[in-house]
Structures are given as structure tokens and as C-alpha cells.
């Protein structure tokens, strides 16, 4: 079974300019979580989604939003781009939200985004 | 709200030793709580969870950790570490949710390094 895929794995992008990253969830997954890992600031939650619909939301800006398609795969967008938002953001799915109560996260190898 | 701590910002231990990483939480019920390995330039790996029963939760790689109310803890350990061992890990508590684990919220990480 394939697992969490993020893409693209490295990025440069410089101040102002807007980026997008895709997570695809492993396979019957249907909960799809973002976060972003920083050396100052540690791992923090961005975001996470469930069925097309965001459940949770982090502390923050709205130039962070994402989205979920039918099919669970799910994209990040981070506007007007500043040098603190060099990170590596990592994507999460879960099997959460039916019936089902794991609790378990997978995670992908995240995108290792440098803004310049 | 809940929050981690992990008191030991790096341990460097030898080939063969013993190993045991601290972890301590705050969270008003009873949590989800899990370790993650992340290897340099890759995304987390789960290695062990507890969500109820059993203190004493197995892993992999040969990892167990034990959860104490009392102490609000769920300390790592390993009884003989590995040079593949070296990496940084995170302990983390999980919101139980109406939909499940909707979210994860991350201690700053120890970073294990391992001498021969």
C-alpha cells in the first residue's frame, strides 16, 4: 500500500509570491492533516480536512488555507509568501472520521519549501 | 489547552546502552499519546501509541514506552540502542475529538545521537 505522497519535495520561492502543495492520503484514507516543522518553532498544526470539509483549523494567518478533493487528496496554499514561512510542511492522513477511531497519523516526507 | 514537553533538547547515549526519553503532557482527559522518529530529510514514523488500557505500550524497532497518569508522563525506552537509532523523536498528544484524533499537538523533539 503506497503512502502519504507530497509533492513537490523542494521548493524555492521568493517573498510575495504565492505557492501550492499536494498531499496524496494513503488509500481509504479520508482525514488529511497539515502541518508545518520549523527549527524556532517546532512542529505546529496548520490545518485538517475530512470529507472536502476543514474540521480543525491552527492559530494560523489566512494566508494559509487549504482544500480536500473528492478523492481525499488535498492541497495547501500559502499567499504572499514571507521569509518566516520557510519550513518544511508536512501532510498527515488518518483513517478518522467514519467508524473508525485510530487515532493514528501517517505522515508523508513533507515539502521543504525556502523563501528567499 | 493541551501542551507537551520534552525536558531533553539532545541525549547522546552509546552503541548498546539503554535508552530512555522523557516525555510529559498536559491535557484535562485522557489523551492519545504517541512517539514519532523523523531521520534527517524524512517525515515522521510512528513508533508506538497508547489510547487506552496496557501502560505498557510495545513499538517497533524494539521501543516501548509506559504511560503514567500520576505523573503525566510517557516516557520512551529502549533497553539497547542501535546506530540507526540516531535521529530525533517526538512525543505527542492527541485531542480526542468528536470525529476521533483531529489533531496533534507536538513536543519540541529530543535529538538522540549515538556514539560507538
Known amino acids: 500500500k503506497a503512502g502519504v505522497t507530497q509533492t513537490p519535495r523542494y521548493l524555492i520561492k521568493t517573498r510575495g509570491q504565492q505557492v501550492t502543495l499536494s498531499c496524496s492520503p494513503i488509500?481509504?484514507?479520508?482525514?488529511v492533516s497539515w502541518y508545518q516543522q520549523t527549527p524556532g518553532q517546532g512542529l505546529q498544526f496548520l490545518f485538517e480536512y475530512f470529507s472536502e470539509t476543514q474540521r480543525n483549523k491552527g492559530n494560523f494567518p489566512g494566508r494559509f488555507s487549504g482544500r480536500q478533493f473528492s478523492n481525499s487528496r488535498s492541497e495547501m496554499n500559502v499567499s504572499t509568501l514571507e521569509l518566516g514561512d520557510s519550513a518544511l510542511y508536512l501532510c498527515a492522513s488518518s483513517l478518522d472520521g467514519g467508524r473508525v477511531r485510530t487515532g493514528e497519523l501517517f505522515f508523508g516526507e513533507g515539502s521543504r519549501l525556502t523563501v528567499l | 489547552a493541551q501542551s507537551v514537553t520534552q525536558p531533553d533538547i539532545h541525549i547522546t547515549v552509546s552503541e548498546g546502552a539503554s535508552l530512555e526519553l522523557r516525555c510529559n503532557y498536559s491535557y484535562g482527559a485522557t489523551p492519545y499519546l504517541f512517539w514519532y522518529v523523523q531521520s534527517p530529510g524524512q517525515g515522521l514514523q510512528l513508533l508506538l501509541k497508547?489510547?487506552?488500557?496496557?501502560?505498557l505500550v510495545q513499538g517497533i524497532k524494539g521501543f516501548e514506552a509506559e504511560f503514567k497518569r500520576s505523573q503525566s508522563s510517557f516516557n520512551l525506552r529502549k533497553p539497547s540502542v542501535h546506530w540507526s537509532d540516531a535521529a530525533e523523536y517526538f512525543c505527542?498528544?492527541?485531542?480526542?475529538?468528536?470525529?476521533?484524533?483531529?489533531?496533534?499537538?507536538f513536543g519540541t523533539g529530543t535529538r538522540l545521537t549515538i556514539i560507538p
Open positions: 497508547y489510547f487506552s488500557g496496557d501502560t
Open positions: 505527542a498528544v492527541g485531542v480526542r475529538g468528536n470525529f476521533g484524533n483531529e489533531k496533534l499537538t
Open positions: 488509500s481509504g484514507h479520508r482525514s
